[in-house]
Structures are given as C-alpha cells and as structure tokens.
T-cell receptor, first 116, second 113 residues
Framework: AQKITQTQPGMFVQEKEAVTLDCTYDTSDPSYGLFWYKQPSSGEMIFLIYQGSYDQQNATEGRYSLNFQKARKSANLVISASQLGDSAMYFCAMRGPYNQGGKLIFGQGTELSVKP | NAGVTQTPKFRILKIGQSMTLQCTQDMNHNYMYWYRQDPGMGLKLIYYSVGAGITDKGEVPNGYNVSRSTTEDFPLRLELAAPSQTSVYFC????????????FGDGTRLSIL
C-alpha cells in the first residue's frame, strides 16, 4: 500500500533562512507523482510543487524546491529565504492508484513557524 | 478565476439532522473529490467522481452520499448527522487521475452538536 510519512510535527526557522521539510514515501508503482501543499491558519489548501517519478531534475517553483532522492524514497521540500507568511502546515502527498480515482494520500503534516 | 467553490463555509448541525455541502468548479475538470480533515491530521477521501454520472467510494464513505449530474457540480450529502462527522470538508478537482495537482476549495467547517 502507498504511504507518506512526515516525521517532523513542528519546525522553527529564522526569517530569511532556508528550511527543509522531510517527506518519505512508500509505493510499489514505478510511475508516481509527489505533491506538496501548504495550509495556512485560514485553512485553505494551496498547491506548491510537483515531482514526477520519471522527472530527471528536481522540481523548483520560486522559493520552493524539491529534493527528490528516488533510491531513498524521499521528497523533501526546501523553502529558501523564509518569510513570516510561510508559517503554516505543510503536507506531502502522493497520487493513489488510478483505479481508485487517483486520490491524494497525505502525510500527517509539518507545522512550520517562521520567527522574525 | 473562481476555481473550486464550496458552500457554506461554516455550519452547525444537531445530531440527526441532514444537510448538503455544495461544491462547484469552473475549470471543466473531470475528476472531483470530497475529503475530510480531522484536527491535526491529513485529509482522507470520502467519495470521488471521474466524470458526470460516475461516482465511487473512498476510504471513509459511511454516513455520506454524493451525486454528479454535471461536470461542474459535486454535492456531498450528510444523512443523520453524528458527532463523529464533525470535521473540515474539502472539495477538490483535477483534470485527470494521474499527475496533475488537485485544486481545492476553501473548505466547510462542520460541527455536529
């Protein structure tokens, strides 16, 4: 069965510093996609970045990058130059089986707090 | 750019009451989903739909029903509300069931008292 594990319940980072949020995954499918979502205190789910299992390069979107290590089954999110507005819950997720509608399988989340 | 719209944003129900959570998307996405998020947890799938007229159960379907008569709308029905259904409900859509991201509505915060 597919599974996402986020082992950091909470993280603190100083404003303007970089931070890495950990995510490991388990799947037997050779083709899969990994996603990161941000959930601020207002509650909405915001898509940040996507990494495909066959992508040759690590994904980047502005200040977000994904450190994808396929052999280790890890897909860590790196946020560079942290801002106060980055304080939020961050969820790593994987698309489930196509015959189950491609649901998103979520980890438990990591709560990031950015200190001024 | 409305995206995925959910109504209502907040609701309090009494035990045994019923209600419908509305979800509509304007992106012409075939795939739509209903998730629930309990405090401190990730999201769990309630129901999903791969197109108009086609729905299927997710991980936690008990106590809920859905319908999909149009591409745009995917309402979630709660019958005989129970305290265990107190949660935040998210509707999401995506173009396909593969590697496109799902786009979420802002959620409905539901309390059953």
């Amino acid at each position: 069965a597919q599974k996402i594990t986020q082992t950091q319940p909470g993280m603190f980072v100083q404003e303007k510093e970089a931070v890495t949020l950990d995510c490991t995954y388990d799947t037997s499918d050779p083709s899969y996609g990994l996603f990161w979502y941000k959930q601020p205190s207002s509650g909405e789910m915001i898509f940040l970045i996507y990494q495909g299992s066959y992508d040759q390069q690590n994904a980047t979107e502005g200040r977000y990058s994904l450190n994808f290590q396929k052999a280790r089954k890890s897909a860590n999110l790196v946020i560079s130059a942290s801002q106060l507005g980055d304080s939020a819950m961050y969820f790593c997720a994987m698309r489930g089986p196509y015959n189950q509608g491609g649901k998103l399988i979520f980890g438990q989340g990591t709560e990031l707090s950015v200190k001024p | 750019n409305a995206g995925v719209t959910q109504t209502p944003k907040f609701r309090i129900l009494k035990i045994g009451q019923s209600m419908t959570l509305q979800c509509t998307q304007d992106m012409n996405h075939n795939y739509m989903y209903w998730y629930r998020q309990d405090p401190g947890m990730g999201l769990k799938l309630i129901y999903y739909s791969v197109g108009a007229g086609i729905t299927d159960k997710g991980e936690v379907p008990n106590g809920y029903n859905v319908s999909r008569s149009t591409t745009e709308d995917f309402p979630l029905r709660l019958e005989l509300a129970a305290p265990s259904q107190t949660s935040v409900y998210f509707c999401a859509s995506s173009p396909d069931g593969l590697n496109q991201p799902q786009h979420f509505g802002d959620g409905t915060r539901l309390s059953i008292l």
